[in-house]
């Protein structure tokens, strides 16, 4: 739950392509994601195996955070995306809680974070990773 309380975390096998569209857009993540591309985001959907969503009262949908895990070792947070018009209510960091909460404690989270977000990674208890590789896509 958020602050207020109005906030509900859940785990969403089915998530909406157009709606992740939408906060990735409106997150400011879209610059950096497929969002033009409604075939792939609704792929990226349906391969991740955890999608742990924030919604308002109202079901808005104003946070997201899609996982690839295999449940037992580790887990890769690969978006992580609040709404701009739910930044600072503590969505994010509910958000890896939550993720955290139904992987439980033998499974290492870790993301690739924009230099941006960073600090905030930090700031809610996360390690930054030294000897760390990419092989960047091509398209």
Not at 13 to 34: H, W, Y
Not at 120 to 130: D, L, N
Request: proline share 3%.
């Amino acid at each position: 739950m958020s602050r207020d309380g109005s906030i509900r975390f859940a785990s969403e096998d089915k998530l909406d392509a157009q709606e992740f569209r939408r906060v990735l857009i409106d997150s400011g993540l879209a610059t950096i994601r497929p969002v033009e591309d409604p075939e792939r985001l609704a792929r990226m959907l349906g391969n991740a195996n955890l999608i742990v969503t924030a919604r308002r009262e109202d079901g808005e949908l104003i946070g997201v955070a899609r996982c690839i895990t295999d449940h037992c070792w580790c887990c890769y947070l690969s978006d992580l995306a609040v709404s701009s018009t739910a930044k600072g209510l503590g969505i994010g960091r509910g958000l890896v809680a939550e993720v955290r909460q139904r992987l439980g404690p033998e499974v290492a989270i870790f993301l690739a974070s924009v230099p941006d977000a960073a600090g905030f990674y930090e700031r809610i208890g996360m390690a930054r990773m030294e000897d760390t590789f990419w092989l960047e896509r091509e398209r």
